[in-house]
């Protein structure tokens, strides 16, 4: 046989070598979609809010009279997506100083990310000196985040509570805790992390950290995240303490500002 016939049959070769591949990764892509809506469909139904009592609790919805304030999340949401290379994404959100409140505008941007019916989401109240999260669940709680680091014994499953939103789960922060800083470096909490990015595959997980002035905790914490967002209140920081949290949360990851009043 000829060197050009043996050329011929090798790129012949390798043509369909690449069509079994590229047929392989179509399978395989189809398996894991179908898996990721099944996950989703079989989550269990919580008991979700009503348009009413959506507005009492300050949480965007498809269809609020609000529209500007439900497209100012949205375009927050596309933002991260384009800084992302996966649906499957940690974001720290933390304030700039003690008079912003980062709860609301952390809960509400999982919220948006739960609009997808194609995407769950998690809030996870961080900051041990509150538990703004207990207002977000519609059980009661028992353990949280602090319960469940300190002790090796509670499993994940019973510190992840349904909240009155559609595929939006929430771990609260489970009270105070001195030594939550220390809590915060261990290996269970590296663990953890892995763990509740790893349950979907498509999930949306909000860090809601104490503010950079009040504690370490939001420095630690931003290890774990792909992107961190500051809360800032309008009129109420100067320069140098924004210039000072985003230092805090590192240039790297820093995402950006959220200004509220």
């Not at 961190?228 to 805090?248: C, D, I, Q, R, W």
Request: charged residues 25%.
């Amino acid at each position: 046989m000829d060197k050009n016939k043996e050329r011929n049959i090798e790129q012949l070769i390798e043509g369909v070598d690449a069509m079994v591949e590229s047929r392989d990764q179509l399978v395989k892509t189809a398996v894991l979609e179908h898996r990721k809506r099944e996950q989703i469909k079989n989550m269990s139904l919580p008991i979700l809010w009503t348009q009413d009592e959506l507005y009492e609790k300050k949480v965007v919805f498809i269809g609020m009279r609000q529209r500007e304030l439900l497209n100012a999340f949205r375009e927050v949401r596309i933002r991260l997506l384009q800084k992302s290379k996966s649906d499957n994404i940690v974001v720290l959100v933390s304030s700039v100083t003690t008079e912003a409140d980062s709860s609301f505008f952390g809960f509400n941007l999982a919220a948006t990310f739960a609009l997808d019916p194609h995407k769950t989401a998690l809030y996870v109240d961080c900051n041990p000196h509150s538990t703004s999260a207990e207002r977000y669940t519609t059980t009661e709680v028992d353990n949280g985040l602090v319960q469940y680091l300190f002790d090796n014994t509670i499993p994940l499953k019973h510190i992840i509570y349904p909240s009155g939103v559609e595929r939006l789960r929430v771990i609260p922060s489970g009270g105070l805790s001195e030594s939550a800083a220390e809590l915060f470096s261990s290996k269970r909490m590296e663990v953890f992390i892995a763990e509740i990015k790893n349950r979907y595959p498509d999930r949306f997980i909000v860090l809601d950290a104490p503010p950079v002035q009040q504690s370490t905790e939001a420095r630690i914490l931003s290890q774990y995240c792909d992107h961190a967002l500051l809360v800032v209140p309008f009129g109420k920081a100067v320069t140098n303490e924004v210039l000072s949290a985003v230092e805090a949360v590192g240039k790297e990851k820093f995402a950006g500002l959220v200004f509220n009043n």
